[in-house]
Every structure is written in C-alpha cells, then in structure tokens.
C-alpha cells in the first residue's frame, strides 16, 4: 500500500518534470510487470562481474551471511536444545574453547 503512494508520488513529479515525453513512456511501459520481449538482445553484450558484486554489494553479503548463520544456530536449537548454543558471554569473548559443544567448537 505504502509502495503505491511513492510510485504516484514519482509519477507526479517525472510527469511535471519531463510532460509529453514521461507520458509517451508510460503509455510504451508497464508500470508493475516487466515485458520481456526483448531482454535477451538487451543483456546480449553484458557480462556478469562477480568481484563487483562482492564489492559493490557488500551490504546483501553481509545480510545474506548473517542470515545463513542465523539459520545454522537456529537449526542447532532446534535439533539439541538450548545446550547447543554457546553462552553470550562467550560469544562476546569472540569464540568458544575448542570441544566445548559439538557444532561451536572453534579455536580460542
């Protein structure tokens, strides 16, 4: 619902901004689904860089890591029990002694 107060918000203002010519463009574009007749020729000369995503993404890295391993301690939980999860004070220390639990065992 908020969504579509910012597009008509947009929509005002690149139609006051740029008149007949944003008109004739959102006459010729779907304004919610994308055609994509076409697409193929358009990525033709494209080539995907994984290093610039790596760098230039660097914030959906570190989201998607941290929820892998969200994920990972969530599963121990459920699986063991609360005895699987090292105890705060130990993970503010920055790792568990080795051999203190079976999947948070890292080197001190």
Known sequence: MAYRAIVAAEETYLLEKFGAQYADYCRRVNRWWPRLAGFRRSVAGMRFNWRR?????????FILVATLASLRVWSEYIVAGPGALPSPRLLLAGGARRGCCSTWSYAA
């Not at 995503?53 to 890295?61: A, H, I, P, Q, W």
């Open 53 to 61: 995503v790596l760098v230039k993404e660097y914030n959906t890295s």
